[in-house]
Nanobody, 122 residues
Framework: VQLQASGGGLVQDGGSLRLSCAAS????????LGWFRQAPGKEREFVAA???????RYADSLKGRFTISRDNAENTVYLQMNGLKPEDTAVYFC?????????????????WGQGTQVTVSS
């Protein structure tokens, strides 16, 4: 499975961005796709995930501001981020995990995409 993330950039406090993750590979439909982020000096943390059937999961602290969606025909997952705050500044990573019941911890992720930088200025 290959994951290609894009859409990061610089945005002002309160602004919006949409990240994209294009997934490819013969077995991609077997995986649940999601996003993590990692701020400087901090651990990588779970943001959101979505299964092929559309079931979503979010980090509690981000519910209401971030929305994950997917286009199954294009094998692409999106992360719409609204009301961005300086503390959302981080490198955002696309991730793929088997639907095996394990929690969305970084150690349980099977594949990672390259990160995309999101910077929110105050």
């Amino acid at each position: 499975v290959q994951l290609q993330a894009s859409g990061g950039g610089l945005v002002q406090d309160g602004g919006s961005l949409r990240l994209s993750c294009a997934a490819s590979g013969r077995t991609v439909s077997s995986y649940v796709l999601g996003w993590f982020r990692q701020a400087p000096g901090k651990e990588r943390e779970f943001v959101a995930a979505i299964g092929w059937g559309g079931i979503t999961r979010y980090a509690d602290s981000l519910k209401g501001r971030f929305t994950i969606s997917r286009d199954n025909a294009e094998n692409t997952v999106y992360l719409q981020m609204n009301g961005l705050k300086p503390e959302d500044t981080a490198v955002y990573f696309c991730a793929a995990k088997m639907p095996n019941g394990r929690s969305w911890y970084p150690t349980n992720v099977d594949y990672w995409g390259q990160g995309t930088q999101v910077t929110v200025s105050s």
